[in-house]
Structures are given as C-alpha cells and as structure tokens.
C-alpha cells in the first residue's frame, strides 16, 4: 500500500545552531507514525553554515531536502517556494528556531484526519519574554486587525497544517507579496485551533526587528484591505471640519489690526491642504506602487539549486 505523504517546510536563515537539533527531534517524532514523510529546508539566503548542514543531512537521510534560495526574498516568499515544491497530500509549515514544538505534530495531522482543512496554532507567551516585545507584538495584531481584512489572532504565527486543496489554492496565487496568516484565514475553509507554550529560543536570535515588524504588518494590511483608502476619505473629511476652528483666530487677527493683508487665509489654506494631500497622496502611492509590482509578474522568488523530487513515495 502507498503511505499518505506528508510535507514539513521549514524557511531557513541563519540558523545553524539550531538546524541539526530540529532536524534530530523531527526524525524522532515522525519515525513513530505512520506515514511518508518529507521534510524540506528552504534556504533563504543565509550567510552562515545553514546551507552546508542542511546538505549534509540530505546526505545522510533521504527524508530531508533542500531548497536553495537565489538570495535573501523574506520568510513569507520562503515558505511560497517551499509550498510550491512540496507534494505531500498536506503540508506543515513551522520556523527552524525550534520555538515551534514538533510534538504536535501528531496532534495536527489527528485534526486533519478528523476534516480539519487548516489546522493553524497560537503561541501563548514565552516565559522571560523582554516588555518591549509584549508590547510590540500586542500593537502589531491590533493595527493588523483594525486596518485588515483578515482578522489574526494574538500569538498565532505560520506554525499550521494545510490540506493539499488549501495549498493547490496558494500555488495558483499570482500575488506579488504572499502574507501566509492571512491568505489561509481568508480561505473559510473548516479550521482547528491548538494552543501551545513556546519554548525560548534555542539558539541565535530573532530576526524579525521593529523595522521588519512594521513592513510586515504594512504588508498584511494594504495586501488584503483597502481600509487605508477609506480612512483617508475619513481624515479628509475629518481636518475639512477642523480647519473651522482657525476662522476664529483670523477674525480676532484682522479686527486686533495684527493680520497681514491676506496672510491668516494664506496660510491657513496652505498649511491645511499640503498636510493633508501629503498624507493622502501617500496613502494611494502606496497602492499604485504595489499596482506597479503586480503587474510585472515578477517571480518572488528563484531557485538556485533543490534536490527535492530526487526521491518518490514510499511504498510497502
């Protein structure tokens, strides 16, 4: 009989210390079910020694593949490539800085048996979490959904199982800038939650700053909502009320005998309408400037090197 084939994908940068270790723990909790498994790395451009290990283990065991980014395009565009190569009957997705437990991965692909077609996961905190990046996160999930279309809940992140149907959908996307949490949230097929506490981080360090936090949620909100557009009909409409609180001050100016010929309207004119163009205008550039991206159809990412279809189903 042919086993079910079930695909890991793990984007990779720079984490060489933690690699072999994930790489170790994932060998140990599949060997214990009862499927075909296929685990691929996703290098994204790392500038360490990720690269060679990875390859060392595809030597050493034919469960592990690699696919070699042509340069650094981000972890959502890594786990696109990684999705688009695998060929499991269902995929999970999980980060190699081992904060994602392999341990339930047998509790997810139960779910899936079960009908589950997404079976998605939320962290609670990290015990020794700093304040700074409580805080950050918590503002981060509560711009993305007020501003978004898909609503993300705190903690969850691109640690899930999807159904092959699920990722047949994302491999036929033609979307410039891929935003995982919220292209599967969007899907409204059958969902299943599990909650996990993260382990701190095994080795390295995060690599998501507060400048790519803020693109990353930039990305999120103008990639699926144009709520933006419509708040800045809002703020229009806003400071046009507002400006008629300065008629006050330029007819106490003009009877006090203050007020240069023609310079309160002036002003008040300029200084209101430049503020808010500006704010406009930037808001529609940032549309236009992805309108430009699309259409180019430009690939996110390229191949440089991939061994994954070196190796077929097991069959017993």
């Known amino acids: 009989m042919i086993l079910k084939k079930i695909s890991i994908v793990i984007p990779i940068f720079n984490e060489e210390?933690?690699?072999?270790l994930l790489a170790n723990t994932l060998i140990e909790v599949t060997s214990r079910l009862y499927y075909s498994f296929e685990i691929i790395f996703v290098d994204d451009g790392s500038s360490d020694m990720?690269?060679?290990?990875?390859?060392?283990?595809?030597?050493?065991?034919?469960?592990?593949?690699?696919?070699?980014l042509a340069r650094n395009y981000g972890h959502q565009n890594a786990i696109k490539a990684g999705l688009d190569m695998a060929n499991g009957?269902?995929?999970?997705?999980?980060?190699?800085?081992?904060q994602h437990p392999p341990a339930l991965i047998p509790q997810m692909i139960e779910k899936w048996e079960e009908g589950f077609d997404i079976i998605y996961t939320k962290r609670n905190d990290t015990e020794g979490i700093s304040?700074?990046?409580?805080?950050?996160?918590?503002?981060?999930?509560?711009?993305?959904?007020?501003?978004?279309?898909?609503?993300?809940?705190?903690?969850?992140?691109?640690?899930?199982?999807?159904?092959?149907?699920?990722?047949?959908m994302i491999r036929s996307s033609k979307e410039s800038e891929f935003f995982f949490r919220a292209i599967t949230r969007l899907t409204g097929f059958k969902q299943y939650l599990i909650e996990y506490n993260a382990?701190?981080?095994?080795?390295?360090?995060?690599?998501?700053?507060?400048?790519?936090?803020?693109k990353f949620a930039l990305q999120g909100i103008t990639a699926y909502s144009v709520k933006p557009l419509q708040l800045a009909t809002y703020l229009g409409l806003l400071f046009a009320c507002s400006s008629i609180l300065y008629v006050p001050y330029i007819i106490y100016s003009y009877f006090d005998g203050h007020a240069v010929s023609g310079w309160s309207s002036l002003i008040a004119t300029v200084v209101f309408f430049g503020g808010l163009q500006l704010f406009v205008l930037g808001i529609i550039g940032i549309y236009i400037g992805k309108?430009?991206?699309?259409?180019?159809?430009?690939p996110v990412y390229r191949i440089k090197e991939t061994n994954v279809y070196e190796n077929s189903t097991v069959e017993l």
């Open 199 to 214: 382990a701190q981080r095994n080795a390295g360090k995060s690599k998501y700053t507060v400048g790519k936090m803020f």
């Open 89 to 98: 009957e269902c995929v999970i997705t999980m980060d190699g800085d081992m």
């Open 50 to 68: 990720s690269l060679p290990i990875i390859k060392m283990l595809c030597g050493e065991n034919s469960t592990f593949h690699f696919i070699q």
């Open 131 to 168: 304040l700074f990046k409580k805080i950050s996160s918590h503002l981060f999930y509560k711009l993305l959904n007020f501003l978004s279309e898909a609503k993300i809940e705190k903690g969850t992140a691109d640690f899930r199982l999807l159904d092959n149907v699920i990722c047949d």
């Open 17 to 20: 210390e933690n690699i072999r």
């Open 291 to 298: 309108i430009f991206i699309q259409v180019k159809q430009r």
